[in-house]
Every structure is written in structure tokens, then in C-alpha cells.
């Protein structure tokens, strides 16, 4: 039922792509874009083995960063993940898992300073492109930096809407960008999205969703924010981290 539901949206939100949703009003970050990954094949059967992506002069000339995407499969239960590692100077600083699909080609990667601390942030999103609803969902990675050069990752599940990045919105207009999580949330026999935001403060994902009268919830077909429901109502389906 949802994959129908979702797939009828699609289709009509073609039609209405000119509309905006509330928080698009708001100032959206600036990034600066990287899209040249690189695919390593293996080199007995050709077969995709790995991507990585290299960023030269990330804070000053004399600091590159290589990340790599390394494709892995669980024995145990055949589910596919990645291993990513992130290289200074070619010197391997950071390891983390994401679960990806083999077909998941990342999106460009993406820098800024999202937290407002004068260091550079990143950002991965990993499409599904699977069937159905499972093409609407992607894993988003943050790597947050701090004052130690130390990346500290951020990992959650989120809708792949009109299959682009979601940028980050400065809500209350401090220099620190909000991040938007979207979510699929069944309310009354209707389906609706679920939008919470949150700022990274001392190694976490906070729940902000008081600075903008948050969450919001909107009708699949639709850009605006349902009557059909109260803001106090809406306030029980508040997400306190996206991170599980």
C-alpha cells in the first residue's frame, strides 16, 4: 500500500515541482561540490570493488582527503554494506560502516562549514535505487570536524526525494545551518511526510524543532503543511534524533 501511495505522489508532485516546502524560504547552505569518483574494478573478473574520491587542499594546500567506499557483503546474512575509510595524505585516519547497496553510487560530495565553527564539514548521500518505496530511501553520512582535525560521522536513514541532496537551512539566521530529516508518517488512515530539524552540538544531533514550530507534517500530495492536524498533535510524532 505505501509503495502505491508513494508512487502516485511522485507522479503529481511532477506537476507541482514549482511549489515549495515552508523551509525552502529559508537561507540554504553553500557547498562546495566534488563529483569525480573513481571506480576500482577487480582486476580478476571486472566486477565493482570499491569508489573513492579525492580532495585536494580540503583546509590549506598541504591537506588532502581520500575517501573511500569499499563494497563488503555479511556471510552470515547476505546483506550488502560499505566500508568507508577516509585518508589524510594518504594516511588512513577514520573507518566507519554504512549499509549500501552495491548499485548505490554515492552522490557528489559535498563541504561546508554546517555547524558554524569555522572548520569543514562533509556530506554523502547514498541512494537505495531499489523498487518501489525503497527507491525514495538513502543513508545520509555527516562528518563533522573538530578542533582535533578528528571526524566524528553521523549515519540515518532519510526520504531521497526528486532523487537531489536536501540542503541544510539556517532557521534563525546564527550561521549555524539546521539539518532536515524527512520521514514517512501514517496519521488518520493518511500518509504524510514528517519533517524534523536538528543542529550538531558537542557530538550529537539535537532536536531544534522548537526554534521554527516544528515538526510539520504535509500530505504526500501536497507542500503544505496539513490543517487536518494541531501543532500539538504534530508535536507527538517528534523525532529526537535521527541516529538510532
Not at 65 to 76: D, P, W
Not at 158 to 164: A, G, L, P, Q, V
Request: hydrophobic share 35%; with cysteine.
Amino acid at each position: 500500500m505505501h509503495n502505491i501511495l508513494i508512487i502516485i505522489w511522485s507522479i503529481f508532485a511532477i506537476s507541482v515541482k514549482a511549489q515549495q516546502y515552508p523551509f525552502e524560504k529559508f537561507q540554504a547552505i553553500k557547498y562546495k561540490e566534488y563529483k569525480n569518483w573513481k571506480t576500482i574494478l577487480n582486476p580478476r573478473d571486472s566486477m565493482l570493488m570499491a569508489r573513492e574520491i579525492i580532495i585536494p587542499e580540503f583546509e590549506n594546500k598541504n591537506m588532502s582527503l581520500k575517501i573511500e567506499q569499499e563494497l563488503k557483503l555479511s556471510i552470515s546474512d547476505s546483506t550488502e554494506y560499505s566500508e568507508l575509510s577516509i585518508y589524510e595524505n594518504d594516511r588512513k585516519i577514520k573507518e566507519f560502516k554504512v549499509d549500501t547497496r552495491s548499485i548505490s553510487e554515492p552522490l557528489p560530495f559535498l563541504i561546508a562549514d554546517i555547524n558554524g565553527d569555522g572548520l569543514n564539514d562533509l556530506k554523502i548521500i547514498f541512494p537505495n535505487y531499489g523498487c518501489g518505496a525503497f527507491n525514495y530511501y538513502c543513508q545520509v553520512v555527516f562528518l563533522f570536524q573538530d578542533r582535533r582535525k578528528k571526524f566524528n560521522e553521523k549515519i540515518y536513514t532519510d526520504i531521497f526525494e526528486e532523487f537531489e541532496n536536501k540542503p541544510e537551512r539556517d532557521f534563525n539566521h546564527d550561521g549555524k545551518y539546521e539539518i532536515i530529516t524527512q520521514t514517512f508518517q501514517n496519521f488518520g488512515k493518511h500518509n504524510y511526510w514528517l519533517f524534523n530539524i536538528y543542529n550538531y552540538v558537542n557530538g550529537k544531533l539535537i532536536n531544534v524543532n522548537s526554534i521554527a514550530d516544528y515538526p510539520i507534517m504535509i500530505p504526500l500530495n501536497s507542500y503544505t503543511v496539513s490543517k487536518k492536524i494541531s501543532k500539538m498533535k504534530m508535536k507527538e510524532f517528534e523525532i529526537k534524533s535521527p541516529v538510532k
